[in-house]
């Protein structure tokens, strides 16, 4: 089983956002000595409890700060940007960490109407333009642009010998079409919406066309994951992310709150039966019930590679979280 991390760099309620970027550093040099295999960073705007804006700055210093990790974005939101910037960006990440750099691409605005129109400069760039925008990145990458396009003669610089591996974000068969029609590798968000998982992958692998870059589908599922040695501490440490979740939702707060403040709050009906619902969006145990759960969504989405959320307060106990997986891992893969 292949591991890898989805960072948010999130913000703890007392920490501030410079501290949250340490973290960030600390975690992918962390989980590389354990063995993980890719490192990403999101990208999340106008937002008090999620450090991480700039997915390309971030890369860098994440790649820089390592050795062998693979390092990319969960994603750039495309639908924001020009595909010929992105490409330039990730062309020069990728001459500076060659075999090293991931070009995840989300559809997602970004934020809400006000924030995405700062965003792309008051300019009204569709959604439903996310597929089209895809192909053009990748001819960018490539240089395949067709002669009849408007930007033919253009290419993303410098040239490289090579290029990122690209995947698209989804949530939906919608998704999963964006990505096999395009030839690239397709991430399932299982820790935003879980249901329907089964019909979206079949449907990216039922429709995958090969690209220059992908001859086969390929496939990654991202999910929230609390690991701790006994059911009951991991329980009280996601007791934080189920917080945090509600808050999120509400739009009201994105910094993670402590246990201390969580223990502290009266939930109500409706909230308590909201938890109950996300934790359908996470796995939380000791290490073999987490492997075991794993397993059994590797069986069911023929897929050995998972990229691990873990949003708790106690940063040291996410580290411990991931080391306890990584261990139990190594010790029973066979």
Same mark, same amino acid.
């Given at each position: 089983?292949?591991?890898?991390?989805?960072?948010?760099?999130?913000?703890?309620?007392?920490?501030?956002?410079?501290?949250?970027?340490?973290?960030?550093?600390?975690?992918?040099?962390?989980?590389?000595?354990?063995?993980?295999?890719?490192?990403?960073?999101?990208?999340?705007?106008?937002?008090?409890?999620?450090?991480?804006?700039?997915?390309?700055?971030?890369?860098?210093?994440?790649?820089?700060?390592?050795?062998?990790?693979? %390092?990319?974005?969960?994603?750039?939101?495309?639908?924001?940007?020009?595909?010929?910037?992105?490409?330039?960006?990730?062309?020069?990440?990728?001459?500076?960490?060659?075999?090293?750099?991931?070009?995840?691409?989300?559809?997602?605005?970004?934020?809400?109407?006000?924030?995405?129109?700062?965003?792309?400069?008051?300019?009204?760039?569709?959604?439903?333009?996310?597929?089209?925008? %895809?192909?053009?990145?990748?001819?960018?990458?490539?240089?395949?642009?067709?002669?009849?396009?408007?930007?033919?003669?253009?290419?993303?610089?410098?040239?490289?010998?090579?290029?990122?591996?690209?995947?698209?974000?989804?949530?939906?068969?919608?998704?999963?079409?964006?990505?096999?029609?395009?030839?690239?590798?397709?991430?399932?968000?299982?820790?935003?919406?879980?249901?329907?998982?089964?019909?979206?992958?079949?449907?990216?692998?039922?429709?995958?066309?090969?690209?220059?870059?992908?001859?086969?589908?390929?496939?990654?599922?991202?999910?929230?994951?609390?690991?701790?040695?006994?059911?009951?501490?991991?329980?009280?440490?996601?007791?934080?992310?189920?917080?945090?979740?509600?808050?999120?939702?509400?739009?009201?707060?994105?910094?993670?709150?402590?246990?201390?403040?969580?223990?502290?709050?009266?939930?109500?009906?409706?909230?308590?039966?909201?938890?109950?619902?996300?934790?359908?969006?996470?796995?939380?145990?000791?290490?073999?019930? %987490?492997?075991?759960?794993?397993?059994?969504?590797?069986?069911?989405?023929?897929?050995?590679?998972?990229?691990?959320?873990?949003?708790?307060?106690?940063?040291?106990?996410?580290?411990?979280?991931?080391?306890?997986?990584?261990?139990?891992?190594?010790?029973?893969?066979?």
């Amino acid at each position: 089983m292949k591991l890898g991390v989805l960072d948010q760099s999130p913000i703890s309620k007392g920490q501030s956002a410079e501290q949250a970027l340490k973290q960030t550093i600390e975690l992918a040099q962390w989980t590389e000595s354990l063995g993980f295999k890719r490192y990403w960073v999101a990208e999340h705007h106008n937002t008090n409890g999620l450090a991480g804006s700039s997915p390309e700055v971030l890369i860098s210093h994440v790649a820089s700060q390592t050795s062998r990790i693979r %390092v990319g974005s969960g994603g750039v939101l495309l639908p924001q940007y020009s595909p010929l910037k992105v490409a330039e960006s990730f062309k020069i990440l990728q001459a500076l960490f060659p075999g090293r750099i991931d070009l995840g691409l989300g559809r997602s605005p970004g934020g809400g109407k006000k924030t995405r129109a700062a965003l792309t400069d008051g300019f009204d760039k569709p959604l439903s333009s996310f597929s089209r925008q %895809v192909k053009e990145l990748q001819d960018f990458l490539y240089g395949t642009i067709p002669k009849e396009h408007a930007y033919y003669g253009v290419s993303a610089k410098p040239h490289t010998s090579d290029n990122p591996d690209i995947w698209v974000l989804g949530l939906s068969e919608r998704g999963a079409r964006h990505a096999a029609i395009n030839g690239t590798g397709f991430t399932f968000g299982y820790f935003i919406n879980p249901e329907h998982a089964t019909e979206t992958l079949y449907a990216y692998r039922e429709k995958f066309k090969p690209s220059v870059g992908l001859q086969e589908p390929k496939v990654n599922v991202c999910v929230f994951v609390v690991c701790a040695e006994t059911t009951e501490k991991a329980e009280e440490l996601a007791l934080s992310q189920d917080m945090w979740l509600l808050q999120v939702e509400k739009g009201l707060e994105t910094r993670v709150p402590s246990i201390s403040e969580v223990k502290g709050h009266t939930f109500t009906v409706k909230e308590l039966d909201k938890i109950k619902r996300n934790r359908k969006r996470a796995i939380i145990g000791t290490p073999e019930t %987490v492997y075991r759960k794993l397993k059994q969504l590797s069986e069911a989405y023929q897929t050995d590679e998972f990229l691990l959320i873990t949003n708790i307060f106690d940063f040291e106990a996410k580290k411990h979280s991931y080391k306890l997986l990584a261990d139990y891992i190594a010790n029973n893969s066979n």
